[in-house]
């Protein structure tokens, strides 16, 4: 029967009607559904800055942050920003005040998050001294003070890298007892990166540019210049325009504020980034510092680029899911002499493409599938994937006897692998590779032939640079 319209509708009582879960409870059923796997193996990750990132985060979490998140924007310290979230628009290659301190250039070379901050400030601080002394006016200095931050794909951190910067500079400023708190506040440019961009599949570049510049709104910027690579000056505008005019980012105020990852985050990127300003400081300054701080970028981007290499970072079209009907068919200018975590990747499939060009053919991969059906289809994958991602044309088939293929990868299961190649290597002149790294077999399988093994654990640019070469492919033709 319905109820009449009449009757009153019953009350829904939030907090009784759904009582908070205790940690514990949330925790419990986790470990049931983990079977027994470990918790910080499988679901705590730790960045590149060495902040362990946990699988969920609760009030109690951020219940010492209340000089943080009980403060209304546009007051200090100034985490939530100025108070409006209006930000000025600047269009591609716009030029940036020539005396901006230039932490974009430190996210450029492959520096952390924590690497910007504490870089980033120790720059504005030095900046602070030498424009304060002697007469200077510490109100003024500040004010004028600009500072220019890249904005990465690593979405959550960029939104509280800005808000942590904020923070930071606040408690720098404040140090030289300035008159007027509001000089406190920093001013700040945001670009969208260029060192994970990447000259394949530009569309990729697009989305990345997009989540970039949504990371740089909702940390607060002033303003935002979205750098088009591989894709237009108007496409660039556009993304802000539709940030504004159809997303309505700029109606709230401080959006990510009381979400209990992001407010987390934010004080422990600027806890981070304090102690390494202190570092810095203990040495004199940034300019003192340079040569440590050199050698520490130096070491975060080799740490990057070896997460690329290992494909234990994705960058989509480039290590990883390449668009193998995809060519380069002119030149594409990159700024000169700069760091992109794409180049080892581009400059291999640009070698394949050369020697297309010149041999009027694809060298080709034949991915043999045989057996376990879930196994081969899996290592198929992963294979077609490693391969694509140098240029390889790639070809999937159950039989190898009339195929032109340069490479022939055995698709299979650990235990087939052994029958599978003591059939095919006697018979065939190309190569042959295993997909998978089956131990117990390897001595045997070489034994019949196999000249490599290719699987999760492979360094994925060591691993193409071998068969490039192996296979007379650039720099192996000589």
């Known amino acids: 029967m319905m109820r009449s319209m009449a009757e009153p509708a019953e009350t829904l009582h939030i907090l009784k ?9 949330w925790e419990n059923a986790i470990h049931v559904d983990l079977q027994g796997a470990d918790y910080n193996k499988k679901l705590v990750w730790i960045s590149d800055e060495g902040i362990a990132i946990r699988p969920y985060y609760r009030h109690e979490d951020i219940k010492e942050l209340e000089s943080q998140t009980q403060v209304v924007p546009a007051s200090f310290p ?3 920003g100025r108070g409006s979230q209006t930000w000025k628009q600047a ?5 940036i005040l020539a005396d901006a301190i230039r932490v974009d250039a430190i996210h450029e070379q492959g520096g952390t998050a924590v690497q910007e901050l504490g870089y980033g400030i120790a720059l504005g601080v030095e900046r602070l001294v030498e424009r304060s002394q002697p007469g200077g006016d510490v109100d003024d200095v500040a004010k004028s003070v600009r500072f220019v931050f890249a904005i990465g794909s690593n979405y959550f951190f960029e939104i509280a890298k800005l808000r942590a910067a904020r923070m930071l500079w606040a408690c720098a400023v404040s140090a030289f007892q300035p008159r007027d708190e509001s000089c406190c506040l920093m001013h700040v440019h945001a670009t969208t990166a260029l060192c994970n961009k990447s000259i394949y599949d530009p569309f990729a570049n697009v989305l990345r540019a997009t989540t970039e510049a949504m990371a740089a709104v909702i ?3 002033d303003s ?7 894709f237009s000056d108007r496409l660039a505008m556009n993304i802000q325009r539709l940030l504004q005019e159809e997303s309505h980012f700029d109606r709230v105020a401080d959006p990510a504020g009381g979400s209990y990852y992001v407010e987390w985050l934010t004080d422990a990127l600027a806890n ?14 940034y300019a003192k510092a340079k040569s440590s701080i050199d050698n520490a970028l130096a070491e975060a981007r080799a740490v990057r680029d070896k997460a690329i290499s290992s494909r234990r970072r994705t960058l989509v079209g480039v290590n990883n899911y390449p668009d193998l009907n995809e060519t380069i068919s002119e030149a594409v200018e990159v700024p000169p002499g700069s760091w992109r975590t794409a180049s080892p990747f ?9 020697f297309t060009r010149e041999r009027g053919k694809r060298p080709k991969v034949l991915l043999l599938e045989r057996g376990d059906l879930t196994m081969r289809q899996a290592r198929s994958q992963f294979s077609q994937n490693l391969f694509g991602c140098a ?9 190898y006897e009339r195929s032109d293929a340069d490479l022939i990868v055995l698709c299979s299961s650990d235990p087939e692998y052994l029958a599978l190649a003591q059939e095919v290597c006697p018979k065939v002149q190309q190569p042959v590779v295993v997909a998978g790294d089956p131990k117990a077999q390897l001595e045997q399988l070489k034994a019949v032939g196999v000249q490599g093994f290719i699987h999760i654990r492979s360094d994925a640019i060591a691993t193409l640079t071998e068969w490039e070469t192996r296979l007379g492919i650039g720099e192996g033709k000589r």
């Open 272 to 285: 981070q980034g304090w102690r390494l300003f202190q570092q810095v400081e203990a040495e004199g300054g």
């Open 219 to 221: 940390g607060g910027c």
């Open 224 to 230: 935002l210049e979205v750098r088009p690579f591989r």
């Open 346 to 354: 581009e400059r291999l499939r640009l070698q394949t493409e050369a």
């Open 17 to 25: 009607d759904f009582p908070a879960v205790q940690r514990e409870t």
């Open 391 to 399: 240029g390889f044309e790639i070809d999937i088939s159950h039989e």
């Open 91 to 95: 269009e591609p290659r716009a030029e």
């Open 78 to 80: 100034f985490v939530r």
